[in-house]
């Protein structure tokens, strides 16, 4: 065992006292918040104005379109086609809309027509599409003889508030919310594996090809070996992401001082939060929200299920590691390793949003491949205590049966030299 502690004392410490993982360590919330903020700047700014031609030959629709900040429509009514078209062809217009002159609205529902260089967004031929369809509707109710102006009266906008059977009030848009935290750290545990994983990796191939595995293996067991790597980079991750979330709770506690949040209060905010958000800001009642939220369940999984989830993989990569002689000869072995994770991610975004305790992701949150990443998006719904030690169970389980199979391969990969492996011989040696 002293054996085993000194190498993992030596990995933890080779990984630590690297430059890159102490840059990383501070610089990479601060890239987050960044791209974050670099992002919602992007999506603020406003794009060029274009500007749409129409040619209406009914005269019914030209006052319909009105300009904003994103199209400007202009009325070319009276001038030819062929004209307008050959204006398109030289990109004076973004795109021509051609509405005939038609006797009954059935013509015109089917005869206008957008012409454009470029496909249009979606977006925009749908409020086309709904601007004309009002237009002919109120039409179609004028000649009908129907009083449109009633009509228009009679119309209903239904809001519907929610809340829950204790009282208080719910709020709308917290499920997205809480699929936003869950995925952040569903897909913080994927990136950790495969960089953490290809350290892994890299480091047995470095040790490999520089014959030192070889003086170290006359010391200490294979398995003795992978363990330890295994072991050292997790402790290292584990070391970052304690950091990480000291900053987050450090950012939260300032948050909930400016917005008035008590800390762990369940009836709710203070005074002030609570007139703040009288005044029309639900930013209080959201924050009150988050509060609420298994905050100590999801970090303490979160721990558990990226030791879990990385000790599985990690057997992976460093049985592969043992098996090459470079990187590029191990491309051909990860993509199996990558496919879970990536199937974790699709199944939590597409199912636990929808139904977060259905069949499907109930499933593939105890399936060892996977749970590390869909058990993480559905604990902010809240799931049962029982359901995540049995995921877990199934984790380290599944993590000592694979670790066990993974060292067979390491112990006689690590030694060979100079030709690529197949799958055929890595089952081979998983028989010695």
């Given at each position: 065992?002293?054996?085993?502690?000194?190498?993992?004392k030596r990995?933890?410490v080779?990984?630590?006292?690297n430059k890159?993982?102490?840059?990383m360590?501070f610089?990479?919330?601060?890239l987050?918040?960044?791209i974050?903020?670099?992002v919602?700047?992007?999506?603020?700014?406003?794009?060029?104005k274009?500007?749409?031609?129409i040619h209406?030959?009914?005269?019914l629709?030209?006052?319909?379109?009105k300009?904003?900040d994103?199209?400007?429509?202009v009325?070319l009514?009276l001038v030819?086609?062929k004209?307008?078209?050959?204006?398109i062809l030289?990109?004076?217009y973004?795109?021509?809309?051609?509405?005939?002159k038609?006797?009954?609205?059935?013509t015109?529902?089917?005869g206008?027509?957008?012409?454009s260089?470029?496909?249009?967004?979606?977006?925009?031929?749908?409020?086309?599409?709904?601007?004309?369809?009002?237009?002919?509707?109120?039409?179609?109710?004028?000649?009908?003889?129907l009083?449109?102006?009633?009509?228009?009266?009679?119309?209903?906008?239904?809001?519907i508030?929610?809340?829950?059977?204790?009282?208080?009030?719910?709020l709308?848009?917290?499920?997205?919310?809480k699929?936003?935290?869950?995925?952040?750290?569903?897909?913080?545990?994927?990136m950790?594996?495969?960089?953490y994983?290809?350290?892994?990796?890299?480091?047995?191939?470095?040790?490999?090809?520089?014959?030192?595995i070889?003086?170290?293996?006359?010391?200490?067991?294979?398995?003795?070996?992978?363990?330890?790597?295994?072991i050292?980079?997790?402790?290292?991750?584990?070391?970052?992401f304690?950091i990480?979330?000291?900053?987050?709770l450090?950012?939260?506690?300032?948050?909930?001082s400016i917005?008035?949040?008590?800390?762990?209060?369940?009836?709710g905010?203070?005074?002030?939060?609570i007139?703040?958000a009288?005044?029309g800001?639900?930013?209080?009642?959201?924050?009150?929200e988050?509060w609420?939220?298994?905050?100590?369940?999801?970090l303490?999984?979160?721990i558990?299920?990226?030791i879990?989830?990385?000790?599985?993989?990690?057997?992976?990569?460093a049985?592969i590691?043992?098996?090459?002689?470079?990187?590029?000869?191990?491309?051909?072995f990860?993509?199996p390793?990558i496919m879970?994770?990536?199937?974790g991610?699709?199944?939590?975004?597409?199912?636990?949003?929808?139904?977060?305790?259905?069949?499907?992701?109930?499933v593939?949150?105890m399936?060892p491949?996977?749970?590390?990443?869909?058990?993480?998006?559905?604990i902010?719904?809240?799931?049962?205590?029982?359901?995540?030690?049995?995921?877990?169970?199934?984790?380290?389980?599944t993590?000592?049966?694979?670790?066990?199979?993974?060292?067979?391969?390491y112990r006689?990969?690590?030694?060979?030299y100079g030709?690529?492996?197949?799958?055929?011989e890595?089952?081979?040696?998983?028989k010695?």
């Amino acid at each position: 065992m002293s054996k085993l502690n000194l190498i993992i004392k030596r990995e933890f410490v080779a990984k630590v006292r690297n430059k890159s993982f102490i840059v990383m360590t501070f610089l990479s919330p601060l890239l987050f918040v960044g791209i974050a903020v670099f992002v919602g700047y992007l999506s603020t700014m406003k794009a060029d104005k274009k500007t749409i031609a129409i040619h209406d030959e009914s005269g019914l629709f030209i006052n319909e379109f009105k300009s904003d900040d994103e199209y400007k429509y202009v009325d070319l009514s009276l001038v030819d086609t062929k004209i307008l078209k050959d204006s398109i062809l030289s990109e004076h217009y973004e795109g021509l809309l051609v509405i005939p002159k038609a006797t009954d609205s059935k013509t015109l529902e089917s005869g206008i027509q957008y012409i454009s260089n470029d496909s249009p967004s979606v977006s925009f031929i749908e409020d086309v599409e709904d601007v004309i369809s009002q237009k002919l509707t109120k039409e179609n109710f004028i000649k009908s003889g129907l009083d449109t102006v009633a009509i228009e009266k009679s119309e209903a906008n239904v809001s519907i508030s929610l809340s829950k059977a204790s009282g208080e009030t719910a709020l709308k848009g917290l499920n997205e919310i809480k699929i936003a935290i869950g995925g952040a750290f569903g897909y913080l545990i994927m990136m950790f594996i495969i960089i953490y994983g290809n350290m892994v990796m890299r480091s047995v191939i470095e040790e490999k090809v520089s014959r030192i595995i070889e003086v170290i293996i006359s010391s200490v067991k294979p398995f003795q070996l992978m363990m330890g790597k295994i072991i050292g980079t997790s402790l290292a991750g584990i070391l970052q992401f304690m950091i990480w979330a000291i900053l987050g709770l450090t950012a939260m506690f300032v948050m909930s001082s400016i917005f008035g949040i008590q800390m762990g209060a369940t009836s709710g905010v203070n005074a002030q939060a609570i007139e703040a958000a009288q005044k029309g800001g639900s930013l209080a009642m959201y924050m009150k929200e988050l509060w609420n939220l298994p905050i100590a369940t999801i970090l303490i999984s979160f721990i558990f299920y990226f030791i879990g989830g990385y000790f599985l993989y990690s057997s992976f990569y460093a049985s592969i590691g043992a098996a090459v002689d470079n990187e590029t000869d191990s491309q051909q072995f990860l993509l199996p390793i990558i496919m879970p994770l990536v199937l974790g991610v699709y199944i939590g975004f597409f199912t636990v949003i929808n139904d977060p305790h259905g069949t499907v992701a109930t499933v593939f949150s105890m399936i060892p491949l996977t749970s590390p990443i869909v058990m993480m998006m559905r604990i902010p719904f809240g799931v049962p205590l029982w359901q995540i030690a049995v995921s877990l169970f199934l984790l380290f389980a599944t993590f000592l049966l694979v670790v066990w199979f993974a060292a067979k391969i390491y112990r006689v990969g690590i030694l060979m030299y100079g030709k690529k492996p197949t799958w055929k011989e890595l089952y081979k040696w998983s028989k010695y």
